[in-house]
C-alpha cells in the first residue's frame, strides 16, 4: 500500500469552518434587503449562501431580480453594516484556538481564505486573536480569483508554500465552493460537517475526509505522517 503523504499546509475556510458567523450575517442581510425593498428570507434560505461571493449570495435570496446599478450600491451597504453589527455577534467555534497551536505546533503553514472582502476578513482574524497563526490571509478583493477557481492556489498561494506538493495541502471548509475548490486544485479537500454547507451536496462532491468538530484536525493530519 502506498502511503499517505504528509500534510505541511492547511488553507482554512472562515465562515461554518473557523467561526460561527451566521446570526451576524442573516441580521445585517435582513436589513440591507429591507432596506433596497426586498422581502426578508428565512435563515435557511440565508444560511446556503453562506460561503457565496456575496454578489451572488444576495441574488439567489431575491430569485435574481433585476439590479441595474443597485448592486454594488447594495453590497457596500451590506458591508457597512456587516462590520457594525455582525462582527459583535461573530464568535469562534470552541476548541478553535488550541486546534491552531496544536497545528502551528507542527510547523504547519496556516491560510486563511474567504470570499470576504479582505478587510473585513483581516479584521475579523485580529479580532478573535487568530491572525497570528496564519501565515497568509486572502480576501475576495486580494486576488484576482475566487474559491473555486484553482488559478486562486496557482497564482496566489502556492508560490507562498515551503512544500507546495499538492498532496500535502489540505483544504478545510464547509461548503461545496471549499470542496470544489480542492478538487479543481488538486488538493486533499476535508468537509467541515458541522458548519454551514449542505450535507446531500458536500457528501456528493466526495471529499477525502470528514471532519465532525475542529479539535479533531490535529490528530486526523498527524495520522496521515
Known amino acids: 500500500m502506498t502511503a499517505k503523504s504528509p500534510i505541511t499546509a492547511v488553507i482554512f475556510d472562515f ?14 442581510m435582513c436589513e440591507t434587503l ?15 449562501t453562506v460561503g457565496l461571493p456575496l454578489e451572488e449570495g444576495v441574488k439567489q435570496l431575491t430569485a435574481h431580480q433585476p439590479y441595474g446599478a443597485r448592486l454594488p450600491e447594495l453590497v457596500a451597504f451590506y458591508r457597512t453594516l456587516y462590520y457594525e453589527k455582525a462582527r459583535p455577534l461573530t464568535k469562534l467555534f470552541p476548541g478553535t484556538f488550541e486546534t491552531l497551536s496544536a497545528l502551528r505546533s507542527m510547523r504547519i503553514q496556516m491560510i486563511l481564505v474567504s470570499n470576504k472582502s479582505g478587510t473585513g476578513l483581516r479584521s475579523l482574524a485580529k479580532q478573535l486573536g487568530i491572525d497570528c497563526y496564519m501565515d497568509m490571509v486572502l480576501g475576495a478583493d486580494d486576488a484576482s480569483f475566487r474559491k473555486p477557481d484553482a488559478r486562486l492556489y496557482a497564482q496566489n498561494i502556492a508560490p507562498h508554500l515551503v512544500e507546495p506538493a499538492a498532496s500535502q495541502v489540505l483544504v478545510v471548509g464547509d461548503s461545496e465552493p471549499d470542496i470544489l475548490f480542492a478538487k479543481n486544485a488538486g488538493l486533499r479537500a476535508c468537509w467541515s460537517s458541522y458548519g454551514y454547507g449542505n ?21 486526523m493530519i498527524a495520522g496521515l505522517r
Open 199 to 219: 450535507e446531500d451536496a458536500c457528501k456528493a462532491l466526495a471529499p477525502e475526509f470528514i471532519l465532525p468538530e475542529i479539535t479533531r484536525l490535529p490528530a
Open 15 to 28: 465562515d461554518g469552518t473557523l467561526a460561527s458567523t451566521l446570526d451576524g450575517i442573516y441580521t445585517c
Open 34 to 48: 429591507r432596506q433596497y425593498g426586498y422581502a426578508e428570507p428565512p435563515l435557511s434560505d440565508v444560511r446556503r
